[in-house]
Nanobody, 125 residues
Framework: QVQLVESGGGLVQAGGSLRLSCAAS????????MGWFRQAPGKEREFVAG???????????YYADSVKGRFTISRDNAKNTVSLQMNSLKPEDTAVYYC???????????????WGQGTQVTVSS
C-alpha cells in the first residue's frame, strides 16, 4: 500500500521561503509522476509542480505558471522523497499543499491515484 507523508509547512512572511517534503513508501516508483497540488479556502485544488520519477525521462519537471521561477521540485531517489522549495512566497500561495502519486507528466488531480494528508502553508502580508 502506497503511503505519502508531507512535512515542512508553516507560517512565513511574504518574500520568505519554505521547503516541503513528501516521503513515499509502499512500492517502486520507477514509472510514476509525483505532483504537488494546493487548495486554498473556497477554491478548487490546483496543480503546482510535478516531477517524473523515471530513470529514462531524466526526472523531468513541470510547473504551473503561477509558481514558475519561484518554486523548485526535486527528488531524492535513495530516500524516496520529493521536495518542493518555495521561494519569494506571496500571500496568494496560502493553501493546504498535497503531494500525490500518479502517471508520468499529469496536471489534473483526478489522474493521481495516491495522496498525502496535506500540510498547511500560510503566507502573511
Amino acid at each position: 500500500q502506497v503511503q505519502l507523508v508531507e512535512s515542512g509547512g508553516g507560517l512565513v512572511q511574504a518574500g520568505g521561503s519554505l521547503r516541503l517534503s513528501c516521503a513515499a513508501s509502499g512500492r517502486t516508483f520507477s514509472n510514476s509522476g509525483m505532483g504537488w497540488f494546493r487548495q486554498a479556502p473556497g477554491k478548487e485544488r490546483e496543480f503546482v509542480a510535478g516531477i517524473n520519477w523515471s530513470n529514462w525521462s531524466g526526472g523531468n519537471t513541470y510547473y504551473a505558471d503561477s509558481v514558475k521561477g519561484r518554486f523548485t521540485i526535486s527528488r531524492d531517489n535513495a530516500k524516496n522523497t520529493v521536495s518542493l522549495q518555495m521561494n519569494s512566497l506571496k500571500p496568494e500561495d496560502t493553501a493546504v499543499y498535497y503531494c500525490a502519486l500518479g502517471p508520468i507528466h499529469r496536471y489534473s488531480d483526478d489522474e493521481y491515484e495516491y495522496w498525502g494528508q496535506g500540510t498547511q502553508v500560510t503566507v502573511s502580508s
